[in-house]
């Protein structure tokens, strides 16, 4: 974990179910290929699932063929907060919600154009909406 957001823990527990709170406020990872989210492309566009903040479209989103959910942009630069990250014995940039400070995964420099980038984000941290 590269820098503490455990905190109101206790009120985070109310609002979200024991997986939720182990990857969105634990900075988990959820098993690839089990989320909801990671051959999903109906069009619309998704929300962080702990506070609502609109994070990712799906106009772009791709399979990277990780299990997880890839995108390479987001809806716009200040709705995520990234952050230097090096668990595991690597270097790697930790992408969270700008709003709520919620973890939603990592982003990497392995994406297709235009931007180049891979957002890999758990499902479980997002929510589609059809519009
Ligand atoms: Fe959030």
Redesign the pocket.
């Known amino acids: 974990m590269s820098e503490n957001n455990e905190n109101n823990n206790d009120e985070w527990k109310k609002k979200l179910n024991d997986e939720e709170f182990k990857i969105l406020r634990m900075c988990g990872t959820e098993r690839p290929f089990t989320g909801e989210y990671y051959s999903f492309f109906e069009p619309g566009t998704y929300f962080?699932a702990?506070?609502g903040?609109k994070l990712f479209s799906s106009q772009t989103k791709y399979d990277s063929g990780s299990g997880w959910p890839a995108f390479y942009d987001t809806v716009g630069s200040k709705n995520v907060r990234l952050i230097e990250d090096f668990s595991l014995g690597m270097k790697r940039v930790e992408v969270r919600?700008s709003?709520?400070d919620?973890h939603l995964g990592h982003v990497f420099e392995d994406g297709p154009k235009p931007t180049g980038l891979r957002y890999c984000i758990n499902s479980i941290c997002l929510k589609h909406h059809k519009s």
């Open positions: 962080c702990a506070c903040n919600c709003q709520c919620s």
